[in-house]
T-cell receptor, first 115, second 117 residues
Framework: EPEVTQTPSHQVTQMGQEVILRCVPISNHLYFYWYRQILGQKVEFLVSFYNNEISEKSEIFDDQFSVERPDGSNFTLKIRSTKLEDSAMYFC?????????????FGPGTRLTVL | AQKVTQAQTEISVVEKEDVTLDCVYETRDTTYYLFWYKQPPSGELVFLIR??????QNEISGRYSWNFQKSTSSFNFTITASQVVDSAVYFC??????????????FGTGTRLQVFP
């Protein structure tokens, strides 16, 4: 069964460093998302991406964040200068149809620890 | 305002007991979708079910069943004859399709279910 994959599973970084989290969405899906979950809290939407551009973003997704689909398979989230409060689990998701109506399938997550 | 409330923070049951996880939602839309996801201790989010706002039929899948009641804005999830492998955090989520078409899933705070042998 097709699934969303994410690498790395765990990333440790120093405050102020740049990190890139990688995702490979399900191959025939067209809509891509990033969410984050601070430890013990609920899952929060960051950004959605369709047709090579951001379609929606939350207030969390400020100028420190960017997303890219550098090739036909990968979807990345870059945090330019990490802060302590960026420590969280980051989930990538994808859907065949638009996120408002279709099921979003999630990857296993990348745990980001900022020291 | 759009919101999903899961009032039960944690539930503990003994194996074979039935358990119901509550979910209450608020939405400004007339067309919306409701979801349940399971997050086992390993951390991934596993999709369980999607319902649209026009389909109030209850659904059963094996030991799982869902009760959608638009009149009370609730979408409750029942596990029958619970098993230790059901131990996880369960999230209810909402997406809004019309007229405020938005991509994001709005999650509740989750209910941690612990099933003891």
């Amino acid at each position: 069964e097709p699934e969303v994959t994410q690498t790395p599973s765990h990333q440790v970084t120093q405050m102020g460093q740049e990190v890139i989290l990688r995702c490979v969405p399900i191959s025939n899906h067209l809509y891509f998302y990033w969410y984050r979950q601070i430890l013990g809290q609920k899952v929060e939407f960051l950004v959605s991406f369709y047709n090579n551009e951001i379609s929606e973003k939350s207030e969390i997704f400020d100028d420190q964040f960017s997303v890219e689909r550098p090739d036909g398979s990968n979807f990345t989230l870059k945090i330019r200068s990490t802060k302590l409060e960026d420590s969280a689990m980051y989930f990538c998701a994808s859907s065949a149809g638009q996120g408002s109506t279709d099921t979003q399938y999630f990857g296993p997550g990348t745990r980001l620890t900022v020291l | 305002a759009q919101k999903v409330t899961q009032a039960q923070t944690e539930i503990s049951v003994v194996e074979k007991e039935d358990v119901t996880l509550d979910c209450v939602y608020e939405t400004r839309d007339t067309t919306y979708y409701l979801f349940w996801y399971k997050q086992p201790p390993s951390g991934e989010l596993v999709f369980l079910i999607r319902r649209n706002s026009f389909d109030e039929q209850n659904e059963i899948s094996g030991r799982y069943s869902w009760n959608f009641q638009k009149s009370t804005s609730s979408f409750n999830f029942t596990i029958t004859a619970s098993q230790v492998v059901d131990s996880a955090v369960y999230f209810c989520a909402l997406s809004e399709a019309f007229p405020y078409n938005t991509d994001k899933l709005i999650f509740g705070t989750g209910t941690r279910l612990q099933v003891f042998p």
